[in-house]
């Protein structure tokens, strides 16, 4: 059986790393994508080689802030079945205390440079029988957060533009979906204090909060081929925190 590719860029992260690992135990051969965190995604690499040696993985580094690095990071794939949006930051801070550098940001990681790369990379899907592109967006995408406020629009943009490239690729047999996570337990939430984890833990009909692998066992079906009639969707992983 031939190789199937995917490209999952923000490998480094914690749940770009928890995707990586789950789609190297589907089989898949992986590009794996970093902006800074070289050591560990280069740990990442030689766990994965160790324990799946008949399947690929190689490094790219790219700073997603720059629109140069984009043409890097697309010269750098050949043969490409899937790719994963996985990187990005968030941004905890009011409105009025949000400076336009930091709306640009958000806007160049999350949203302007991903659809560039995705234009450039859907040649190279379209050459596939089947293969698909899929977001890491959030539950703030779809209901907005305050003091999240540039954050949640950056995500809310990231839906929007998977439910409109899902129409305009399906004939060439590409899905395009985002998996949205409620509270997840990561780094990038642990300025909650806790106080506020647990009114959000009452908050959560499934009564815990969710991992790294429930967002990667989400993105790992979305990649397979039992999903390939499902496109434009907003894969909600949240506990039932939002329906």
Sequence with gaps: MSKKFALVVGASGEIGHAISRS????????YLHYANNE??????VNDLEESFPTQEFMLIQADLRKSESVETL????FTIHSVVFAQGHS??????????????????????????????????????????IIFVGSIWGDTGASYEVAYSAAKGA????????????????????????GFIETKMNAHVE???RQQILEEIPAGVFGSTQDVANAVVFLT??????ITGQIIRVNGGWYI
């Design 23 to 30: 789609l190297a135990e589907a089989g898949w051969s992986l």
């Design 39 to 44: 050591e560990r995604v280069s740990a990442l």
């Design 74 to 77: 697309s010269n750098s794939i």
């Design 91 to 132: 941004l905890f801070k009011g409105l009025e205390q949000t400076t336009l550098e930091d709306i640009r940001y958000l806007f160049q990681v999350h949203v302007e440079h991903p659809m560039f790369l995705v234009g450039k990379l859907t040649p190279k899907l379209r050459k596939q029988t089947h293969s698909s």
């Design 158 to 181: 990231q839906h929007a533009f998977v439910k409109a490239y899902a129409k305009e690729v399906a004939t060439q047999k590409i899905t395009v979906n985002a998996v949205a996570p």
């Design 194 to 196: 806790e106080e506020a």
């Design 224 to 229: 397979g081929e039992k999903a390939t009639y």
